[in-house]
């Protein structure tokens, strides 16, 4: 089945650095990947839509120089939390659709910011 | 704007009872709808889906239903066993053809299938 790598899996900085988090397809052609934010016993909260070798369409709300994704390849994803404050922390999770399949997602990167 | 609404929030069933839980979605161009079960800790994982042109899917255990007219659709879990245990998302999206569309979730609900 189609399987999704993000990486790392947990990540702990200090306040006022920046963090990147990969999403990797790694048997399939993604060619659309999303990154989504997840608060504890919330939903997940759609922040961005990245097509490959275009930039991403961000959602109402989120920063777009905050928070910098690019989608270089039609396997990898990145998303940048530049210079991350505590109000960054969060469970960070990104999914991969290629074509008509459906979406697939990661295990999610857990942030926390000191 | 669009938006799916799902109950319950919280659901405690005893093995081997059945467990239902309901969304509502609101854009009536909606044509594709996901089911994901996600375990403390780990991303959501695809459990079955259904499109519009369907009326109910089954796979084993698990069975989805449609209702478009009503814009409703449920999931039905049979013979519910422990490791059944965790939250499950609703979602909706509009699909062309062929290219995949984004999904708005319902808030979840929390299964808790007790031995």
């Known amino acids: 089945g189609a399987v999704v790598s993000q990486h790392p899996s947990w990540v702990i900085c200090k306040s006022g650095t920046s963090v990147k988090i990969e999403c990797r397809s790694l048997d399939f052609q993604a060619t659309t990947m999303f990154w989504y934010r997840q608060f504890p016993k919330q939903s997940l909260m759609l922040m961005a839509t990245s097509n490959e070798g275009s930039k991403a369409t961000y959602e109402q709300g989120v920063e777009k120089d905050k928070f910098l994704i690019n989608h270089a390849s039609l396997t990898l994803s990145t998303l940048t939390v530049t210079s991350a404050h505590p109000e960054d922390s969060s469970f960070y999770i990104c999914?991969?659709?290629?074509?008509?399949?459906?979406?697939?997602f990661g295990d999610g990167t857990r942030l926390s910011i000191l | 704007g669009e938006n799916v609404e799902q109950h319950p929030s919280t659901l405690s069933v005893q093995e081997g009872d059945s467990a239902v839980i309901k969304c509502t979605y609101s854009d009536s161009a909606s044509n594709y709808f996901p089911w994901y079960k996600q375990e403390l800790g780990k991303g959501p994982q695809l459990i079955i889906d259904i499109r519009s042109n369907v009326g109910e899917k089954k796979d084993q255990r698990i069975a989805v239903t449609l209702n478009k007219t009503a814009k409703h659709f449920s999931l039905h879990i049979t013979e519910t066993q422990p490791e059944d245990s965790a939250v499950y998302f609703c979602?909706?999206?509009?699909?062309?053809?062929?290219?995949?569309?984004?999904?708005?979730f319902g808030q979840g609900t929390e299964l808790s299938v007790k031995p």
């Open positions: 999914s991969a659709q290629g074509g008509n399949q459906p979406q697939h």
């Open positions: 979602a909706a999206s509009r699909r062309d053809y062929n290219q995949g569309g984004k999904l708005i």
